[in-house]
């Protein structure tokens, strides 16, 4: 197993404020898998999303990837780690002011050793017409295609998306999920995805519904839909 994730725990506040988000989570996903997350606002989605990406603390439990636990590293181990072998996707862009798109998504490159080729990138991104752009020039579905350009050029072991299409339209989202698609196949990097969208679903090996801090299921697809066939 690729990544292990056993009996993740997580409460936020303390005393009567005090909130149990994760209870308990037991979860293997193996190398090259698609998995999608699955829940309502506040199952705790999100949560595990940042605790397998070393961006928040469990309270219990272990996550072990590729057979490295977390647990064992200290902070300049567990940043290394992130830098070089996890890309995130998440809905707010963090994108550098004062770079261009192109030196944007090349930011992740100088981050990998492997990196995907930037030009292919961008023109698969659809984004030639606005390397030249800063950010404050670009539409929000442009912001999105560089933040997820500047994650998917590292080629990542593991690639983390919150939420990748929340904020974006129908066709854009649809391009966005057959680029991700690609690169799961391509290089088989490991996927794992938040959404609210069920239709989503459909494009994953394996489905993990949440709810109230539980899993209250775990489906594989025998059969996967292609991203470009999905119908919201």
């Not at 017409?129 to 500047?150: A, C, F, V, Y």
């Amino acid at each position: 197993m690729f990544l292990e994730i056993k009996n993740i725990r997580k409460s936020f506040g303390v005393g009567d404020s005090k909130v149990e988000v994760l209870k308990g989570i037991d979860l293997g996903i193996e190398q090259g898998e698609f998995c999608v997350l699955l829940g309502p606002s506040g199952s705790g989605k999100s949560t595990l999303l940042n605790i397998i990406g070393g961006i928040d603390h469990a309270d219990e439990g272990e996550i072990i990837i590729g057979q490295e636990k977390m647990s064992d590293m200290n902070e300049k181990k567990l940043t290394l780690y992130r830098r070089k072998h996890l890309g995130y996707i998440f809905q707010m862009y963090n994108l550098i002011p004062n770079l261009t798109v192109r030196e944007n998504i090349e930011v992740g490159a100088y981050l990998s050793d492997k990196p995907l080729d930037l030009d292919e990138i961008i023109k698969v991104l659809g984004l030639e017409e606005h390397q030249d752009k800063l950010p404050n020039q670009l539409s929000g579905g442009q912001q999105q295609r560089t933040s997820i350009g500047r994650a998917i050029i590292k080629n990542p072991d593991i690639l983390l998306c919150d939420e990748p299409t929340g904020a974006l339209d129908y066709k854009t989202s649809k391009e966005i999920l057959k680029l991700i698609e690609t690169v799961n196949q391509k290089y088989g990097n490991t996927v794992v995805m938040v959404t609210h969208n069920t239709a989503i679903k459909d494009m994953a090996d394996v489905v993990v519904r949440l709810r109230d801090g539980v899993i209250r299921d775990i489906t594989r697809n025998e059969v996967k839909v292609k991203a470009e066939d999905l119908e919201w």
